[in-house]
């Protein structure tokens, strides 16, 4: 029987562990917390794909389907994902009294992306047709008349 992708990704001490709302995936030379959710819909993916028996590549098959990834400080994977998420699993994280030095967490995760608001726009002020007749000509220049003689 071939192997799996999965198999060969949790081979020499690959663990999980579930904490609520997230899970963490050790793997050889790298560590990572994802949501349960995820993890369980990629380890179903895994179980159905064979290995192409180079276990490093099979990890990067696997790491990079994972839309939503904490990584380890020194671990070998980056974290990415939608902040909120990120946010909910740290929330999670310091719920269950766990350090949170050891973890790529960005810095201003609470804080969200500040939006820049368009300028409003400033209304031009209507002239009326009257003001614009009952206005002075300058003393310069000429004034030529509204309706101009037919040559006949």
Known sequence: MSATILTSVLANGGRTGRYGEFTIVYMHGLTFITTPMEFM???NWARGRTSCGNASRDRTTFIDRFE?????????????????????????MKASSLPLEEWMVPRD?????EMKKPKPRVPVPAVKPA???????PANDTVLPDVLPLAS
């Open 41 to 43: 819909q990629l380890q």
């Open 109 to 113: 995760l609470d804080q969200g992306m």
């Open 131 to 137: 003001e614009v007749e009952a206005a002075p000509a």
């Open 68 to 92: 939503t990834i904490l990584g380890r400080s020194g671990g070998g994977v980056a974290t990415r994902g939608h902040r909120s998420v990120l946010s909910r699993i740290v929330k999670a």
